[in-house]
DNA sequence: CGGTCACCAGTTTTT
DNA sequence: CTGGTGACCG
């Protein structure tokens, strides 16, 4: 969007703000939040720190999670707040009704916590944006002035809130213009409101509509696959899209006996494509499901097909990744209770829960933050014995404090890494694992680099809440790289306003797609979002679409066995490809996996043989990838051209004492030293520029030069 | 305080 | 299959 804003507009075009609502907020939020009481370096909760700071609520208010899980309640918060519902609202919504009100004290309790760690959740950023613009007039007028024309993009997925935010600042120019598609609404569980964009007109009267039916994408093939499926839901805008594109090719339907079968089907596919003259970033591979990503990457790595997976475990939430993150934000705000606390025995210190938890009610009694307590040991009772590990851990933070003005922030990373022997506990704590850990910390650091080169481009500081927030709201989706050639792997969702040549929809399954909570429960409604997002998949495809699904599959150890998907029943016969051919996956016609039989075949001790290779030579395969494909800028799972391994734990430095080598921050240099201390080497160079430094070979990324 | 073991629950999609 | 939690012991 941003790339073709600019190609639009010209010169001119920085000043204009292109972004998701959630970072629009947070910009305003920086400036103006101490306006609500908050620090303007707050931080921000994602899902995983929300769930840890509802279990200390519901230890607080004495609610029992076994009753109200965590997750429920997060959920019902969520809503509430989607819909401005605050908390004093919210308990004179409940009435008599208990479990409300349990809710109800529970919200309270856990907006209070929030406010009290100097953080917001991902709602928190747009109520409060909004709440700002309605009591501050002067900061309404200014960003009214400021944004005189506004485009909404997905209008389809907007909430109640964003709504309002838009409205507010749409007010007094209202020169606004939103883009949608009723039948791309497939965020209604994160609280879209479809009443957005269908009542958009009752809104405002004097808005003209203008339809787009021409699709400028597709083939006709693909399009009236698309209107077939679609045509099924009730409640939507009829329209009919079409093209001039011309037919094309048929759509191609496969059904495999596994999922293995068709993790290799595709593989080969592609593989295929490439040798006709295809890249591979012409193919896509979607899913309903991350978990399904698994067999393709087995299955590409083993065929050396360059890839990169598109969100899945998010990488932020990884375990070492939040502890290192932990100690940025501890560095950056202190009053982040949860970080502090996630870390503070983190390598271990030998500093237990007991000391934790009388740190946190001396805390709370003295209304101060949990790392203020820290900060004067001596003044909570019972804590006698870890006074002087508290005070070595407050001191290793106020000397990074210190170090945040006096080096960058890779700089930074790398010193509480080394200072902290993170690494070092890492790999005493579980040495198998270790290797993929450090890994991440690496890719971590390359991405904070990353970081600091982009700011350096746009002219701007890099500091280390502007790092946290990137981390906390850059969708993983914008690191794709079109000059990249690797066939990229997603959920359906993440798909969305994308397009490619080739498109690959997997696990057309019942039970997989719709999903299995949308087959066994009987809400309509719910049906008709997947079929939504059916339409989503479908429609990314530009030339040439191919559906698989398998009859069994593996799901959480267990084997499924699912039939052909309902809404691949949907696509009329004439644009499918369903006749038989040499090939195994093919299928006569559709009948008969439609009324296939799990008893009939598939007996599980046929299971195994289709198992391609076990758990090890799988994780063996990847890591030797992840070595091999090191050096990115993001740092993904992808093959480059040129990347060498430079060192790791048992690998040999491909240089030595007196080598010349080259550093991307440092430029060039010689190499003064190199120790090796555990599992890493540390290397002295002198720069010709920058002077002698010290560094990690794994970090470091030093290159030999002839 | 920290480590180990056994048990249990959960599992769609994302900013 | 995974991750988290609680009980117990050194």
Request: hydrophobic share 35%; with cysteine; proline share 2%.
């Amino acid at each position: 969007m941003r790339q073709r804003v600019d190609n639009l507009v010209g010169f001119g075009s920085e000043s204009i703000w292109v972004s998701t609502f959630h970072s629009m907020c947070v910009r305003i939020l920086r400036r103006y939040i101490d306006r609500m009481g908050y620090d303007h370096r707050f931080t921000i909760y994602d899902t995983d720190d929300q769930k840890t700071l509802m279990k200390e609520v519901c230890r607080k208010t004495d609610v029992d999670t076994k009753r109200f899980k965590e997750r429920m309640l997060l959920s019902v918060i969520s809503s509430a707040k989607n819909e401005m519902v605050m908390p004093d609202e919210f308990e004179l919504n409940a009435g008599g009704d208990f479990a409300q009100q349990q809710i109800a004290k529970v919200y309270r309790e856990y907006e209070a916590q929030l406010k009290s760690n100097n953080a917001l959740d991902f709602d928190d950023l747009l109520v409060r944006t909004v709440q700002l613009l309605d009591t501050q007039p002067d900061v309404l007028e200014n960003y009214q002035e400021r944004f005189r024309y506004i485009m909404v993009d997905e209008y389809q997925d907007t909430n109640t809130v964003q709504f309002k935010l838009v409205s507010l600042l749409a007010g007094k120019y209202r020169n606004l213009c939103v883009v949608g598609d009723d039948d791309q609404s497939i965020y209604k569980f994160r609280g879209a409101n479809i009443r957005n964009i269908l009542d958009f007109e009752k809104e405002f009267p004097d808005a003209r509509v203008i339809k787009l039916e021409q699709n400028y994408r597709s083939t006709e093939n693909i399009l009236n696959a698309a209107n077939g499926v679609i045509s099924n839901n009730k409640g939507r805008k009829e329209k009919t899209l079409w093209t001039d594109n011309g037919e094309g090719e048929k759509i191609t339907l496969r059904q495999f006996d596994t999922g293995y079968d068709e993790a290799e089907f595709i593989a080969e596919d592609i593989k295929e494509s490439v040798q006709e003259g295809a890249s591979y970033n012409d193919s896509a591979i979607l899913y309903r499901t991350n978990a399904q990503s698994r067999l393709f990457e087995e299955k590409f790595i083993a065929m050396n097909i360059p890839y990169k997976i598109v969100g899945g475990i998010n990488f932020y939430a990884r375990r070492e990744i939040k502890d290192i993150l932990a100690y940025l934000k501890t560095i950056d705000n202190g009053q982040d209770d949860l970080a502090v606390r996630r870390i503070i025995n983190v390598p271990k210190r030998g500093i237990g829960l007991t000391t934790i938890n009388r740190i946190q009610e001396s805390a709370a009694a003295r209304g101060i933050s949990f790392y203020e307590a820290v900060l004067a040991p001596k003044l909570i009772a019972g804590v006698g014995r870890s006074v002087s590990k508290l005070d070595s851990f407050a001191a290793l933070i106020e000397y990074f404090k210190g170090q945040t003005k006096l080096e960058s922030l890779t700089d930074l990373l790398n010193e509480i890494i080394e200072k902290t022997g993170y690494i070092e506990s890492l790999d005493a704590d579980d040495p198998e694992d270790a290797e993929t850990r450090i890994q991440n910390i690496e890719e971590l650091v390359s991405k904070a680099a990353a970081y600091e080169e982009d700011c350096a481009d746009r002219d701007e500081t890099a500091t280390l809440s502007g790092f946290l927030e990137e981390v906390a709201l850059v969708a993983d989706i914008d690191s794709l790289d079109e000059d990249q050639d690797y066939v990229v792997l997603m959920t359906l969702h993440s798909a969305k306003g994308l397009e490619f040549p080739r498109v690959y929809l997997a696990g057309m399954e019942d039970g997989l797609f719709p999903s299995y909570m949308t087959v066994t429960g009987d809400d309509p409604e719910e049906l008709e979002e997947e079929r939504r997002l059916c339409y989503v998949g479908i429609t990314r495809a530009e030339q040439k679409l191919t559906l698989t699904c398998a009859r069994r599959r593996m799901i959480r150890g267990e084997t499924q066995y699912n039939k052909l998907s309902r809404f691949v029943r949907e696509i009329p016969a004439e644009v499918l490809k369903t006749g038989s051919e040499k090939n195994k996956g093919w299928f006569g016609g559709r009948e008969d996996s439609l009324a296939w039989d799990p008893a009939e075949d598939n007996t599980p001790e046929s299971i195994e043989n289709s198992v391609p290779f076990g758990r090890n030579t799988y994780s063996n395969a990847k890591k030797a990838l992840r070595a091999q494909a090191y050096g990115g800028k993001a740092g993904t799972s992808v093959l480059q051209k040129g990347s060498q391994l430079t060192a790791g734990k048992g690998g040999k430095l491909s240089y030595a004492v007196g080598d010349r080598v080259c550093h991307v921050k440092f430029g060039e240099g010689t190499v003064l030293d190199i120790k090796e201390g555990g599992r890493e080497y540390e290397v002295t160079v002198e720069f010709d520029k920058a002077g002698v430094r010290k560094m990690f070979a794994m970090f470091a990324k030093l290159v030999k030069v002839e």
